[in-house]
């Protein structure tokens, strides 16, 4: 493995921190990017990785993310992200969760956790017991999962406008990759609204009894990304979005909640190329976070509830800007963050 500062998705990071407890088999990495605002939030990704340098690259990439994510989103707050290590069974533990939360505890407050990709609102309170630095707790916010959706659809909402000159969403087609906490909540509120859906998930169970529910269609993981739509919401992993899956869509914008949609920089360009509208991700889905730092701030539910209703707000000040400079929204949107963290 090379030195993580040679690794493409290092970006002047604050702090790599590798945590290995040998009595518990716990592998952990915590990457803080940024702290210029408050301390490094973000949640935690219990996930099994073929190789360890792929937990590196995701923690590194991940991390900078929640740096413009929090900018952005305009809370006290710096970006950071951890990787546990699974096995292949996804073996979780008590002991491994306390030697994880040990490993929180050791940074002395600088990062914050919260939940991510297999880890549960259950498991922060198990953390709690360990660590007071552990955000997304019963009574803090909790499952960030609703507020994420709301945001994203919000975001959605915004996108349709901007792309497609429509008011509303009935009868947009709004094909979804991912229909988890996430995305099967994105699918909830744009149906009451009277949107076409079409889903596609791993898990094809859940996609169909979703579907059913909705009465939306349901096609296989390897097709929802070439369908024919209006809007194309990735709401599953991240790097979906390459240059061959982009020559494949047949979409007028891109909106969802998955983080870091786009497999390289270049993409963002490739995007515009084709004259598809992004909308980019930390700032469409970064619903989750405002609600879950919600004890960073002081007016609780109406300081969240404003927070994810000015998402809209956000986008369509990134698309104006990049409408006036030819540049791509991705690229604005990462300028605007980075001038808010002090890296311009």
Not at 23 to 46: E, Q, Y
Not at 173 to 189: D, E, T, W
Not at 253 to 266: D, H, K, S
Request: charged share 20%; hydrophobic share 45%; proline share 4%.
């Amino acid at each position: 493995m090379p030195s993580p500062f040679d690794l493409p998705d290092f970006d002047s990071h604050e702090g790599i921190h590798l945590f290995q407890d040998r009595a518990t088999g716990m592998t952990a990495v915590i990457a803080i990017h940024s702290t210029t605002l408050g301390p490094a939030a973000g949640g935690t990704r219990f996930w099994h990785y073929a190789e360890s340098s792929n937990a590196v690259t995701d923690a590194l990439r991940l991390s900078r993310g929640m740096s413009y994510k929090n900018a952005m989103a305009g809370l006290p707050a710096g970006g950071g992200k951890a990787v546990i290590l699974a096995d292949a069974k996804r073996t979780k533990s008590p002991e491994i969760l306390a030697a994880f939360a040990r490993a929180v505890d050791s940074l002395g407050g600088r990062y914050i956790t919260a939940q991510d990709v297999g880890m549960s609102e259950a498991d922060m309170v198990t953390l709690s017991q360990t660590t007071s630095h552990v955000a997304g707790l019963p009574g803090q916010g909790g499952d960030p999962g609703p507020s994420t959706a709301r945001g994203i659809y919000l975001g959605v909402c915004s996108a349709v406008k901007q792309a497609l000159n429509r008011e509303s969403v009935r009868g947009v087609h709004i094909a979804i990759q991912g229909v988890g906490s996430v995305g099967g909540g994105l699918a909830r509120l744009l149906a009451a609204d009277g949107a076409r859906l079409t889903v596609a998930d791993v898990d094809d169970e859940r996609a169909a009894v979703l579907a059913d529910e909705l009465g939306a269609a349901v096609v296989p993981v390897d097709v929802i990304m070439s369908l024919e739509a209006d809007v194309f919401s990735p709401c599953a992993l991240g790097a979906v979005l390459t240059t061959q899956s982009i020559a494949a869509l047949r979409v007028a914008a891109v909106a969802g909640g998955a983080n870091n949609q786009l497999a390289t920089e270049a993409q963002g360009a490739e995007l515009a190329a084709h004259d598809i509208l992004y909308a980019p991700d930390y700032v469409i889905n970064a619903g989750g976070i405002i609600n879950v730092l919600r004890h960073l701030g002081k007016g609780g539910d109406a300081e969240v509830n404003a927070r994810i209703d000015g998402i809209p707000g956000r986008l369509e000040a990134i698309w104006r800007e990049s409408a006036a400079t030819g540049d791509t929204p991705a690229h604005v949107a990462d300028r605007m963050a980075q001038k808010l963290i002090g890296r311009v």
